[in-house]
């Protein structure tokens, strides 16, 4: 079961929970922490009997439901589930299939609900007779069967007759379910006229809103972890910030990706060995292999992070896999050509004095040399891009792709290709 609890900031009225009803639709509530609310739950839990609790679960809503079942632990979770309005569990069990669902990120206050036949008199009255705080910027309009029609602008109200039908000023925003990915959700809302993104649930009731400001929040989250992804950092959901994380828990999130990635670089080790020939032949092609190394991961950074970036903001698609790859080779082709330019004019300028075996001259070497790094210029590169694709086709979240992962595997690509292809030149 995906854990929300550390996401979500709490709405609960510590107050009211002594009275076993959850008061939560409140932005301006007072901040009760989680295991707080937790513990008298499950307190809550153990020492009613079912009856008592599906009684009390029979008015709650989707919303509260949710932010209930999150705060309890596993046992208590199952006994809740069981309990659980019948009307409510299709939409739960689609909740809990996805990561991070829309409805852990939406605006907690309520909304009032007009039907499509009320004019703005109407809609007026409501107001004026509701005690409850709600948001006072966006309405509900629904159907007789309490289905989202649209959402209206209550400002709206001010500016029509009293006799205007609430339908006539309203406007038909798209929505999405409440188990839609919250990055998702955010990209809808971007292309949305509104500051608002409707929730709705299977039935197609409106649950809540998903507001610009709980949509920025959401893309700071998600950025946050996409950048510590591709660094080879494990993330987490807590957004703990860097001064106040310890320091055995920077440790954990950093250690996987620098140990196994160290295990990987031995490949690098035997691949020198097995040149060693080579290098005790010509030892000028050690000091060269810093630089094509270096220069292959930066190039294979660079495509990985152009490519994680596109998919994230939806600009390109797995269906463009072919038109992405033929765009970074004709990139990498330019690049290449130009640093191998570079770098035989650095070879051939600078390496004069240097001792070469008969038969070789410093033209020769520095167009190996050239030569070796195009190639790696080109590899690493259509890597970087190839490998973010082939994560979202497994169906993982191309930022896991990180970027000392990359480096580590063009390193190792790139001495194959760095002595394969000087040996050959100067050493045939």
Known sequence: ????????????????ILNLNFDFWNDDFIQVENDDVSHKLIIFMQEQSSGVIQTWLENKSLLQ?????????????KTFFR?????????????????????????????????????VGDAITKIHETKETFNNHLAFIVDD???????????????????????????????????TDREKAVAMLQHSDLDYLPIVDLSGKPVATLSAKKAMEVMQ???????????????????????KTSVLEHVRKRIFWIVGLAGVGILS???????????????????????????????????????????????????NWCEVLWKELRISLFIGLGLACISFIKVYFL?????????????MLGS????????QVVTATVIGAALPLLAKVSGQDPAVVASPAITTIVDVTGLLIYFYVTSLILLS
Request: hydrophobic share 45%; glycine share 6%.
């Open 1 to 16: 079961m995906p854990n929300f609890s550390a996401e979500i900031k709490s709405d609960l009225n510590i107050n009211s």
């Open 65 to 77: 439901c949710f932010y209930i079942h999150q705060l309890l632990p596993e046992a208590e979770s």
């Open 83 to 119: 309990l659980m309005p019948a009307w409510l569990v299709s939409d739960m069990e689609k909740i809990e299939t996805e990561i991070h669902p829309v409805i852990s990120a939406v605006s907690t206050a309520p909304h009032l609900f007009f039907t499509h036949d009320m004019c």
């Open 145 to 179: 069967q309490g289905c989202y029609c649209a959402v209206l602008q209550i400002h709206q109200l001010l500016k029509h007759s009293e006799a205007r039908l609430l339908v006539d000023i309203a406007e038909s925003v798209g929505s999405c379910h409440v188990s």
């Open 221 to 243: 989250l998600e950025q946050t972890q996409d950048v510590e992804m591709l660094m080879g950092i494990q993330a987490d959901d807590n957004g703990t910030p860097y001064m």
């Open 269 to 319: 080790g035997m691949v020198i060995q097995s040149y060693e020939d080579a290098i005790t032949a010509l030892t000028i092609l050690a000091l060269y292999m810093p630089m094509v190394a270096d220069t292959g991961g930066n190039a294979g950074s660079q495509a990985s992070t152009v490519i994680v970036r596109s998919m994230a903001l939806g600009e390109l698609k797995l269906k």
């Open 351 to 363: 390496s004069h004095g240097v001792s070469l075996p008969n038969g070789l001259t410093l033209s």
């Open 368 to 375: 190996a040399i050239a030569l070796a790094l195009f190639f």
